[in-house]
Every structure is written in C-alpha cells, then in structure tokens.
C-alpha cells in the first residue's frame, strides 16, 4: 500500500495513513513499522485526492483533500475527524487568498498542495510548485468547520516538490519532505518560519518519499510510494 500521508495515532508511536487520490475512502492505524492494526471505511466521503494528514491536541484528525495537479480545482477541502470512533466528520472548505484563475496561467501554478500540519487552532498547508521556478508557498486557515480563506503568509525556495509535512511534538521543529531530502526548521518565537534556522536531511535510499511524522521529538518515519517506511532521527545541533 502507498501511504501518501501520516499523523501520529497514539503515544506507542502508531500512525494513521491512507492511499493517494483516487483509492477508496480508507483510513490505516498502522505501526511504524508498517503492520496494519485496523482499517476504516469513511464512505460516503470520495478521496477527489487525499494527500496528507494532521493531528490536534484534542487527537481529532485532519484529512487534507487538496491535491490540485492542475490548479483548477475550485472544491478544496479539509476532512476533521473526531469522537472515540472517528466517525464525526466535520468539513473544513478552503480557497487560496491569492488564486484569481483556475487554472493560472501554466508559469503561475502555485496551488498544489501534498503538506500541512497543525499548530494552535490553525493549519499550515505548504504547496508543491507546478509553475515557474521552486518556490514553495506557506498558508494558513483556521482549523474549525466552515468555508475559509487561506492566507499566504511566506514563500521560500526550495529546489524539489514538497510532499508532506509535519512538526515536532513540542512545537520546536518542522520538517518538509522533499524527493530524497527532509528539509529541518528550527522554530524560533517572534520569526518568521522561514527565517529560522535550517538544515537539510538526506535520504538517499527512500525513492520518491511521500509521507512523514514525528513519533517524538527527535525521530519521524518517512514512506514512500512503494510504501516502505524508514525511520529517521534529526541531527543533534
């Protein structure tokens, strides 16, 4: 199975997952190292193109459905999961505060999006540049239901599509996955995010790396889309 998303599921380290767009509406609890635990139908949602997921302090689940390959999609959408089954579904809609045409013109397609996570009641989507040049863009919404305007807070260059995202548990580090690198952002109060400080992870040996999360501070799990997982620590500083 090709995992195109992680969050952290419980304190043993466990993760939920799912398959890229287009597969059945299925969740996965799976350990890290890749035994499925339990699987769950979330018909009658549709996976239009599911790409990643994210987890609050309250352990509700987010589903990010805002693949955007072509940029015109015009139904992006966030799936928050709650309750002791899972089985509340609440629906976050979105647009990009700065999209005017769907699609853009082919050298503005900025508005693909495979990464996000959650920090204090916002989510934090990052997109996959189909455009010109290899900026990556960084929005935020507000992680409650309703319809939202996703506001562009920064861009940075980076020379590979970004294909997940998480932060650490502590709130310190956040890592983006590239194709065969983790890029590593040092958090810093009253910064920017792009202004903090950075490091890069090579990960020689994953292919196209498509999923991601901590289990912990210092250590995350990366699949790719053979669906092998590999664990990787974050270098001390």
Known sequence: MESSGFALADAQGDLWTHGDGGSTALLYKITHQ????????????????????????EGRLYIGDFGNNQNKRRNLCIYRLSGPSMRQVDTIRFRYSDQRRFPPRKAARNFDCEAFFYRQ??????????????????????????????????????????????ISPDGRTVALLGYGHVYLLERQPGHRLFDSPKSC???????QAEALAFINNTDFVVSNEKGRIYLAKKKAR
Do not use: C
Request: glycine share 6%.
């Open 121 to 166: 009641d916002s989510l934090y989507l990052f997109t996959k540049n189909r455009g010109k040049g290899h900026y990556v863009k960084m929005y935020a919404l507000p992680a409650r239901p309703g319809y939202h305007v996703a506001t562009l807070l920064d861009s940075i260059r980076i020379n590979t599509w970004i294909t997940a995202a998480d």
């Open 201 to 207: 992870l090579p990960l020689a040996t994953t292919g």
């Open 34 to 57: 890749g035994d499925v635990l339990q699987t769950m139908n979330l018909a009658p949602l549709v996976n239009i193109d599911w790409e990643d997921l994210a987890r609050d302090d």
